[in-house]
């Protein structure tokens, strides 16, 4: 995405403008386990993981991941947090199901990461009240949007049902400039159209917290989203009067392999579906839990105030390469086939459920009976080459995108890597 405008316009109205950090995080794994959500609330489903190699099932809550992971997929090596969201199949004609592939972002190299997303920490800016932020502490998570919600049942003009849509790419260009999130440009559900370049989600995180409790047992009630209209400027509920940093998160899928509508459902309705059996979009969610190391993202936000998002001029922090990133992965634990291949049904106990009212756990559905014995998918996810350049290698580099030998250490373009055969 192209904050160009909305920050030179607010960068020149307020010249006290915070600014954000931007940062690419490569694949950790993908598998159909979710350690945030309570058993009997969601049937899992399958999810793709990014951050610091200590996630697994447990979570414990008193662990200081920041210390105890060894590495991290994401750009900045003090990152050892976990961000994840469901992923997106597609349903053929025929019936049977595929995984999308995820690929990098506008802007994210040198370098083209393997999967994943692309993180964003916004400070607050004027006119809001509340721009002291506190960092999240150790143990903080927290879950935005609702997996079973399949309709636009929420006042499209607040934040809550802003969180989280969808951009429909043509071709090569970004879309509109500016922060996504709203109509036109953006859709609350998924694009009912082709999109030639990909589609792409966009979830904001809640950025008002109550103060006090660090994961409640909802991972939902101790955070909020601002009064008022859309995600900057906005001040903070009375209920939940401290503001933290706005965690964004972008998510590309490539779906230029399923773009041809003779391969769509014969009803001509559009064919892509979360993993939780959610053809609409409306289900759409993430996690967070926080990792960082020691007080890094702290001092990254007191002194990366950068209005272009950079990663090489967060000095406060350490970047890493496209290949150590590519290369952190943890072993899947649920040892199913879930991508590479078509599938007769969705992963786990996930049938399709179209709305408009809430999604239902089916009921006597041994998800496990669904597992079968296969190689485990530890390797990477292929890397897949974007429709538009990550960096910039011409002499000049354009303002907000990175020049292509930034990184030191960084060899581009990156090897594609192929996965072994399933
Ligand atoms: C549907 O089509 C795909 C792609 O040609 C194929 O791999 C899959 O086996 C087909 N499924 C069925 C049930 O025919
Ligand atoms: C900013 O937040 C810190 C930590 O919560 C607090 O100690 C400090 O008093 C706040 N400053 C202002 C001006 O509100």
Redesign the pocket.
Known sequence: MYWTSLLAAVTLAIPSVHGFIRFGCSNLVTERFDPLVTPGQVSPHVHQVVGGNRFDLAMDPNEDFGATATCTTCRFKEDKSNYWTAVLYFRHRNGSYIRVPQMANHNTGPGLQSGGMTVYYFQPSPPTK?L???SFAKGFRMLVGNPMRRSNDIDPSTAAAQATTFRCFQGTSPGAIGAPGTPPEDTFSLPNKICTGGIRSNIYFPQCWN?KDLDPADHQSHVAHPVGNGFFGTDCPASHP?RLPLLFMEINWDTRPFNDPKIWPKDGSQPFVFSMGDPTGYGQHADYVFGWEGDSLKRAMDVCTGADGLVTKCSALTVQTTEEMNNCRVPVKVKEVIEDKYLKQLPGCNPIQRGPGYATIPKGCNALSTTFNAPSPTYAPAVVTPPWTVCNAGPTPEPLTPACDSIPGEKPPAPVVTPPPA
């Open positions: 509340d002291n932020i506190t103060g401290v």
